[in-house]
C-alpha cells in the first residue's frame, strides 16, 4: 500500500500540476461547464413550470437541478480522456517509455485520472455538496455513501474506457467511434437525464449493461433514493461491475502486450 | 553482464495489396508475412563497456535495444541482463536500467523539470540522502541548474535531451541505452553529452549500449563496435581492430584542372593493377582515389597523377570508421 502511494501518487500530483500549469484554460473550462450546466437547467426550468405536476418521475425540480449538476461533474470525471491517452501511447508508440520503466500501465493511467478527478471534486462535487447541505437537499451519510459510490463509477468507467482504448490496436480512426461511444455513455449512464425517464424495457436493458453504476447510481444515493436493501443491491452491482471489467480487462491486455512484443513500438 | 544468445526476432505483418480493391480484399483474406529483424545473434557485455553499436536504419539496431529493455519478447533464443530474463520480468529488469531514446522524452512535459525528477524518485524508489547526491551531481555535469525550473515544453533539444540523460540516470543504473543521444543537436551539446557519458562510464562503470548515425559518437565513446546488417552481426570486436578486418582503405583527393577522360582511364588502371578493388571517382572537378595502402602506395599514385593531369590541390584521407560502415552499407564488404 505503500508502495503503490509513493509509486503512483506522484502521478495523481502530476495532472493537477498540468492542469495548474494552465490556469487560464482551467478557468475556461470551468466557464464552459458552467453555460452547459445553465442551458440544461433551463430546459428542465420550462419543462417544470410548463406542466402541472411538481414532481415528474418522482424528482422535484430542486432534486432534479441537483442531478444536472451532480452528473454534469461525474459525466466530466469519468470522461476525461484515458481513452485518448491510450490510444495516443499505442498510435505513437510512446508506450514503449511506459514499459522501459517499473511502473505499470494501468495504474499509471488509474493515478493520472485520479488527478482529474480531484480537480472535478474540488471545482464541483466538494462545493456543490457543502451548497446541497447548506440547504438540506441531502444528508451528511447520504454524502459519504455518495462518495463512495462516486469513486466506484470512477473505477467504472476507467475500466471500460481502458478496454476501449486498446481498440486502437486495431483500429485507426479511433476518435470517430470515440466520440459516438462518449455520446453512447452519456444517455446509457444517466448522464444525459435521469435513466428513470427511459421506458421500462429500455430501463431493464441498461440494468444489464455497466453504464448505470457510472453516473445514475452514485447520484441516485447522493439524493437519498435507495434504503436499505436496496443500497446494498447498487453497491453490490458496481463491485461485480468492477470485478467483471478487470478480468476482461486482464484478458485484453495480455493481448496487447503480446501485440505491443510481437510488432513492435 | 549481459548475455543475448542466438536470439531471433520474427515480425508477422500482413500484406495488403494496394488500392481498394485491395483493401478489400484485405477485409476477408490477409496474407502474412514474415520479417526477420534480428538473425540468430549473440553476443556477451561486460560490466563497464561503452558498446558502439551501429547498421544502417532498419537493419535491427532498435529491434535489439528493445528485446534487451524487455519492451520486445524475442522469437527464440534466451537474454540475460544481470541475471534477469528482461521480458519475462520487465518490472525487474527496468529498476536497473537507464534509458534515453532521443527521439521521444520520459519527461513530463507540462511540468517544471525539477517536478518530473522529483517524480522519477518515487517511481524508482531512491532514498532521500542517496537522490540529493545522484541529483547535484548530475545536475552539475550537464549543466542543467540554469533550466531546472522550467516547464519541459520550454526547453530547447539540447536541453531536453541532457535533461533526459540525467533522468535515465537518477536511479543509478548499471546499464544504459542509449538509442540515437545526439540525434538532431549542435556540436556543443553533442560534446557535452559524450563528456557526461564518458564520465558516468569511468567514475560509476555504467555499462552503455549506444547506437548513433553519428561516428564521431562512436570514435570519441565507444570501447567495442558491433555492427548490425540486415538482422545480422557482421562485426563485433575493439574499435582499433576494425581496420585490420576490413583493410587499411585510404582515400585521395585531388583537385585538377582539367580533365580528360582517357587519362582517368588509364590512372584507374594503373590503380586497379596493384589493387583489383580500388576505385577512382570523378566528382566536379576533382578526383577521389580509394585504394589500399597495403597494396599500392600513396606515393605511386601521387607520382602517376602528377604526371598525368595538373594538380591544383590534394588531400589524403585516412580510412575511418564512417567510411567503413558506408561500405557495410551499400554492401562493399561482406
Redesign the interface.
Known sequence: MR?LK??Y???L??TI??IL??PGEALLYIFGMTIGMFVVYYIWKVIYTSGTANVIEGFTFNEMIVYIILSFGVMQAINNGTVWNIAHDIRE??I??N??????YHLRLLFQELGFVVFICFIVIFPFSLIALVLKLTNVTNVILFLLSLFMGILVGFLFDFIFGMMAFYIKNIFGIGFGKTALVRLLSGGLIPLVFFPDSVQKIIDVLPFKAMVFTPIMIFLGKYSGQELIYVFLNQVLWIIILIGINYIVWQRAV?H?????? | MIKVNNVSKTFKVYKKDDGLKGAVKGLFKREKEYIEAVKDISFHVKKGEIIGYIGANGAGKSTTIKMMTGVLTPTSGSIEVCGVVPHKNRIENAKRIGVVFGQRTQLWWDLPLKETFTILKEIYEVEDSAFETRYNYLIDLLEIEPFIKQPVRTLSLGQRMRADLAAAMLHSPEILYLDEPTIGLDVMVKERIRKAIKELNQKFQVTVILTTHDMSDIQELATRIMIIEKGEIIYDGAKEAINNQFGNTRQLDLKVESFDESRIKALDFFVKSHDETSNVLVDENSLKIIFDQDKISVAEILSKSMTDFKVLDFSLQDQNIEEIVKKLYQGGIS
Open positions: 508502495k509513493r509509486t501518487f506522484p502521478f500530483r502530476a500540476q498540468e500549469a494552465y508508440g510512446t514503449i517509455m514499459m522501459i520503466k517499473p511502473i505499470n503480446k505491443i512484443t510481437v510488432q513492435g513500438g
